[in-house]
């Protein structure tokens, strides 16, 4: 268990440069004590729950949570224009290929080249926001290798800390993990039915459309007209 009292910390500005990981460690020798029953369960093959995690992780992950949601905030002001012509042409595709069953294969080169430009920008962010958990993450290892450091120290727990042991350890959540889930802005706030696949909007079915059509080549539009 956490002694609470022993811990209280406002975690600062995100980046795990020299300055920040020596903070990272002072926090982790100073709630080193209020840490010690947590510690020694760790070294007994415990696994901590997340909302047992000390204040100072707890930061790191809520700064980190802020962060990735204000670059996908940027992403979409600066790509204001670009995302509303993409939602508009999804449905002149799928009114296309689906209701009329015309292949118009200029066309979706237009709309292939539009959302090639926000897969690149979606790429992008989908980069910045891994560097962010992988710099919250190098602080949440500082602060624990000092609290482990110093409890070993007191003679509390034995042995260097285990490199697979990191509680708090972030992850970007599975609304990441597809750039096209970017078009589909309502999957952003619920991970577990993220995926174009089980989405029935015209956007998921324009975008199947486009990728099928340019797996297959020109057999699929053979003898049509471009629009």
């Not at 795990?16 to 460690?25: E, F, M, T, Y």
């Not at 509303?84 to 296309?96: G, P």
């Not at 539009?114 to 500082?142: F, H, T």
């Not at 509390?156 to 350890?169: F, K, Y």
Request: proline content about 5%.
């Amino acid at each position: 268990m956490i002694s609470k009292a022993r811990i209280n910390v406002r975690v600062r500005r995100l980046k795990a440069g020299p300055l920040s990981s020596a903070r990272a460690r002072f926090h982790g020798r100073r709630d080193a004590a209020g840490l010690r029953e947590f510690l020694t369960d760790a070294a007994a093959g415990g696994t901590p729950a997340d909302d047992g995690l000390p204040p100072y992780i707890l930061g790191l992950r809520a700064r980190v949570h802020r962060d990735t949601a204000g670059l996908r905030s940027r992403l979409l002001a600066a790509h204001h224009g670009l995302y509303v012509r993409i939602q508009a042409e999804s449905v002149r595709v799928v009114t296309q290929y689906d209701e009329r069953a015309e292949p118009a294969p200029a066309a979706l080169a237009r709309y292939g080249e539009r959302v090639g430009q926000w897969r690149s920008a979606a790429a992008v962010c989908r980069q910045q926001a891994q560097q962010l958990v992988g710099e919250a993450n190098q602080l949440i290892a500082c602060y624990w290798d000092a609290a482990w450091r110093r409890t070993r120290r007191d003679g509390h727990v034995d042995g260097p800390r285990p490199t697979s042991w990191l509680p708090g350890e972030i992850e970007l959540d599975r609304t990441w993990a597809h750039l096209d889930d970017s078009l589909l802005s309502d999957r952003w706030y619920a991970p577990e039915g993220a995926g174009r696949n089980a989405d029935p909007s015209a956007v998921a079915r324009a975008l199947h459309i486009l990728d099928h059509q340019a797996v297959r080549g020109g057999g699929a539009t053979s003898g049509a007209h471009g629009r």
